[in-house]
């Protein structure tokens, strides 16, 4: 599995936002997503991008809010949170849905790093 830094997390006021960045060495032809735990809850998937890079599916909680994306050569992921909101205080973590066209990616994923804490305040 690539090894990841990722990076952009922080504490922010409700209605702010936040960009996080999955950096690698590349991440080759995999499907790629972000996935989210928060306390007392199981890890779930919430955005994802195909491995062609040109279909993105969100989770209904973020879609219209957030935007994942890659960069052109394909060594950076991102997440761009914009309107959060306190549900989404979570550790957030990129990594790999099982099937490369995002299908059932919100359960089937394996993540990568350490995550990155966001936590947002009312």
């Known amino acids: 599995q690539p090894q990841v830094a990722e990076s952009g997390g922080g504490l922010v006021q409700a209605g702010g936002s936040l960009r996080l960045s999955c950096t690698s060495s590349g991440f080759d032809e995999y499907a790629l997503g972000w996935f989210r735990q928060a306390p007392g809850k199981e890890r779930q998937g919430i955005a994802c991008?195909?491995?062609?890079?040109?279909?993105?599916v969100y989770a209904d909680s973020v879609k219209g809010r957030f935007t994942i994306s890659t960069d052109n050569a394909k060594h950076s992921l991102y997440l761009q949170m914009d309107s959060l909101k306190p549900e989404d205080t979570a550790t957030y973590y990129c990594g790999a849905p099982l099937h490369r066209n995002c299908r059932e990616y919100e359960a089937y994923f394996s993540t990568w790093g350490q995550g990155t804490q966001v936590t947002v305040t009312s």
């Open positions: 991008i195909n491995w062609r890079g040109d279909i993105t």
